[in-house]
């Protein structure tokens, strides 16, 4: 799978999550919204594999809660 090239790092960019299709707007860098969440090292490992974006706050809290089941 080949990486994005952002031509404005840091600034949101709207994209469609990879899980649910949803549309959301997303930083792609360390600015990003979803840096500030709890993610754990393995659950952010995880995404990381799978998915070129972040994915929408839905299901990063699915993610989150899923994985404090377990
Ligand atoms: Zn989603
Ligand atoms: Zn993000």
Redesign the pocket.
Known sequence: MTKHVHSHEGEPETVT?P??G?VFTCGLSKLCWCATMPLSDKLRAWLAERYETC??M??LVRLIEEEKKE
Do not use: E, G
């Open positions: 999550c899980m649910c949803k994915v929408c839905t299901c």
